[in-house]
C-alpha cells in the first residue's frame, strides 16, 4: 500500500486546514484509514481513522467538534479537515492505512505509512 499525504502548512490560530491521503495498492475493498500526529518531543498519536466497510470512525477527544474525517472511495482519498485550529495542534502530521478494524486508532497497529506532512499554527 502507498500513501501520499499533502495539504500541512502554517496557518493562525482559529484557522483551517484539509489534509489530504491519496491510498493505491490495496488487495483488498475493504480497508481503514487513519491520521496520526507526532509533535516534538512526543509519541505519535491517533488523530482520526475511518473504516470503509462499516463506517467505524474514531476522534481523538482533543479533536472532537474540530476535525472531520471524510472519504472518496472512487479516489481512494481520505481527508482530514481542520477547524478552529490551535497551536496545540502543531505537529507532522501521517497517514497511515491497514485492512481490519481490529484494535482501532493505535498507531502500533497500522503497518502501512505515508510521508508526513507539517501543520503549524501560530498563535
Known amino acids: 500500500v502507498q500513501l501520499q499525504a499533502s495539504g500541512g502548512g502554517l496557518v493562525q490560530a482559529g484557522g483551517s486546514l484539509r489534509l489530504s491521503c491519496a491510498a493505491s495498492?490495496?488487495?483488498?475493498?475493504?480497508?481503514?484509514i487513519g491520521w496520526f500526529r507526532q509533535a516534538p518531543g512526543k509519541e505519535r498519536e491517533g488523530v482520526s481513522c475511518?473504516?470503509?466497510?462499516?463506517?467505524?470512525?474514531y476522534y481523538d477527544d482533543s479533536v472532537k467538534g474540530r476535525f472531520t474525517l471524510s472519504g472518496d472511495n472512487a479516489k481512494n482519498t481520505v481527508y482530514l479537515q481542520m477547524n478552529s485550529l490551535k497551536p496545540e495542534d502543531t505537529a507532522v502530521y501521517y497517514c497511515?492505512?491497514?485492512?481490519?478494524w481490529g484494535t482501532g486508532c493505535r498507531p502500533g497497529s497500522f503497518g502501512s505509512w505515508g510521508q508526513g506532512t507539517q501543520v503549524t499554527v501560530s498563535s
Open positions: 475511518i473504516s470503509n466497510s462499516d463506517g467505524s470512525t
Open positions: 497511515a492505512a491497514k485492512s481490519r
Open positions: 495498492g490495496f488487495t483488498s475493498a475493504y480497508y481503514v
